[in-house]
């Protein structure tokens, strides 16, 4: 059971990472993207005196999920980046040996 647990866990972490670095590889590829993506951030959070320090301020704002819904182009960045590289490609163990007909 504890083995489980642990391989799920190790397979979340995989996918994430995964994911995450492809995220940012095309976000930072294209300029507009990146910009569009700043724009956002900046248009969904309000915090006065905004700083780049990360302070408990930034941490209540970025982790209320009632802020989640504003995230629309985020959003939209992670499904795409999960449609043009999934992360089970990359975690996947399993290796094909033979044809199949589909």
């Not at 866990?9 to 990472?17: D, V, Y």
């Not at 301020?57 to 995230?71: K, Q, T």
């Not at 985020?74 to 040996?97: A, Q, W």
Request: overall charge negative; charged content about 20%.
């Amino acid at each position: 059971m504890v083995n489980e647990c642990l391989t799920f866990l190790l397979a979340a972490t995989q996918t994430t990472t995964s994911l995450l670095y492809h995220l940012t590889y095309y976000v930072y590829r294209d300029p507009k993207i990146l910009q569009r993506l700043r724009n956002e951030v900046k248009s969904n959070i309000s915090i006065p005196d905004f700083d780049s320090s990360f302070n408990e301020e930034w941490a209540r704002v970025l982790l209320n999920e009632e802020n989640i819904e504003g995230w629309n182009f985020l959003t939209h960045c992670v499904y795409e980046t999960l449609r043009i590289d999934p992360s089970i490609r990359t975690s996947s163990v399993h290796e094909m040996n033979e044809s199949v007909v589909i």
